[in-house]
């Protein structure tokens, strides 16, 4: 029984993409939980507390580096699903205006070359910039020896091998194999914890765990690669026709206000650590991330239930088939607004069993910052979606709440945490969200629903026989 379920595997995966990347996306998450729940006792219990705290900030400042890729994955993906659903003759409003079907795919793909390998070359020069800064400022600077820059060292190669694996991965997402790009993010996620936490337990310190990161951001560059090239032989059969003029400047203009979305928007949230670290010390930093860590799981096991299905929106968008986007759209929010409260309710409840389990002896966050981080987590969840379809519809009208959110949230952060202690992070960017980016996403979002709605009665009424 076991063999003919497997046999008929790849028949599944073919008609259920969608469900598939959900399946693989929480697979995803399930590692990088589970990273976490292997490498923060570890970490506490055989290294240094100082040294145990600098690790779980590289962590946090790893997670902001990867955003040197600065929304071009995202865009790239966006770009790729429109293409392939791309009609003769439909409008291509904020997309690149590049020939139908696999030309155009392979028109893409030639642009991003040598783009991807300037960003990879951007994120280590940003790295050392990050590590300069950290090494100067706040509680941290006492603390960074040449043992914690080796580590970051290695960090900083593993970052800017992901970022060129994410370009084989845009391309991958936007054909729809969404479930392959995340189970390999689940293996590179789980391979890195357990060469990081083995480094520890032989005695090589930050920089073997470093190393361990970087090997395996190596081997997972490579898998990326291999799949890629095997989902997508007719990129290597394509004679790419002449890209249109004014590609890149295109592709720029799609990608950076993402990017911008993505570096403001993390302020809110892949900073906390490393903020806290440098406001409260590196102390308070395990139960916060482990805390942290527990909350984006909950988030991203619902958002995994989303992501899978933009492409095939934007590929109905871009084939002008409204009425099927509209319910797309419809049945998704909707499920996700219940599922996110079931997260949070469980991260309230539940987070403190599992990391007394973790953390034995250790103490963990009090009700108050938990109760903050699960409201936190249930806007940001139920807000997402309503920003990621408007972003799959060509349109990008968040940059400026973003910005603001994220601004707001730094200052709120560092007035409020010296004040209220680890309570003062979540509630800085439950303000800022509240103030800014949440209601905007969700009003944008309601906005493009209308619009859908309308398309979707006008053509109707135009295909009503007259008297």
């Known amino acids: 029984m076991i063999r003919s379920s497997l046999a008929c595997l790849p028949t599944w995966l073919q008609r259920h993409p969608a469900r598939a990347g959900a399946l693989a ?96 070359l951007v994120s280590g020069l940003v790295g050392l910039g990050m590590l300069e800064l950290v090494s100067s400022t706040g509680q941290l600077s006492t603390i960074v020896s040449q043992s914690t820059r080796s580590c970051w060292y290695a960090l900083v190669i593993a970052v800017m091998l992901m970022i060129l694996a994410g370009r084989q991965a845009a391309f991958l997402i936007g054909l729809g194999a969404v479930y392959q790009v995340r189970l390999l993010s689940a293996a590179y996620q789980g391979i890195a914890a357990i060469g990081a936490a083995t480094a520890a337990i032989i005695g090589w310190g ?10 395996v951001a190596a081997m997972h560059y490579l898998g990326v690669l291999c799949i890629r090239k095997r989902a997508a032989p007719k990129l290597r059969e394509v004679v790419v026709p002449p890209l249109p003029s004014g ?14 979305v993505n570096i403001f928007g993390s302020l809110m949230y892949t900073a906390q650590t490393p903020l806290l670290g440098l406001l409260l010390g590196p102390d308070k930093v395990a139960p916060f991330f482990l805390a942290q860590k527990i909350a984006f799981a909950c988030n991203q096991a619902v958002l ?62 009090n009700p108050s910052p938990l109760g903050l981080m699960a409201i ?9 979606p309503y920003a990621w379809f408007v972003l799959n519809s060509g349109k990008n009208p968040f940059v ?52 859908l709605k309308s398309a979707v009665f006008r053509r109707e009424s135009q295909m009503r026989p007259t008297a």
């Open 400 to 451: 400026v709440p973003t910005i603001v959110g994220g601004v707001l949230s730094l200052i709120l952060s560092v007035f409020l945490a010296p004040r209220l202690g680890v309570s003062g992070i979540p509630l800085s960017s439950i303000i800022a969200g509240l103030a800014t980016s949440h209601w905007f996403a969700c009003w944008r979002g309601l906005t493009l629903r209308h619009q």
């Open 206 to 215: 930050l920089p073997g765990m470093g190393a361990a990161y970087a090997v």
């Open 304 to 365: 995994h239930t989303v992501s899978p299905q933009l492409p095939f929106f934007t590929r109905q968008y871009g084939a002008g088939e409204f009425g099927g986007a509209l319910r797309l759209m419809d049945k998704t929010i909707l499920r996700t607004v219940l599922l996110a409260l079931i997260g949070s309710v469980m991260f309230f409840l539940l987070s403190p069993t599992v990391a007394g389990a973790f953390l034995p002896g250790s103490e963990y966050l």
């Open 376 to 384: 936190d987590m249930f806007l940001l969840t139920v807000s997402v």
């Open 25 to 120: 996306g929480w697979i995803q998450q399930g590692a990088s939980l589970g990273s976490a729940l292997l490498l923060v006792p570890v970490a506490t219990s055989l290294l240094s507390p100082a040294d145990a705290g600098i690790w779980f900030v590289f962590q946090g400042l790893t997670a902001m580096l990867l955003l040197v890729d600065l929304g071009f994955g995202f865009a790239v993906a966006r770009q790729v699903a429109f293409t392939a659903g791309k009609r003769q003759g439909t409008a291509a409003n904020g997309f690149i205006d590049l020939a139908s079907g696999w030309d155009g795919i392979a028109q893409l793909f030639q642009l991003t070359r040598r783009l991807y390998l300037f960003l990879a």
């Open 247 to 260: 590609s890149l400047g295109s592709l720029c203009k799609a990608s950076l206000p993402i990017g911008g």
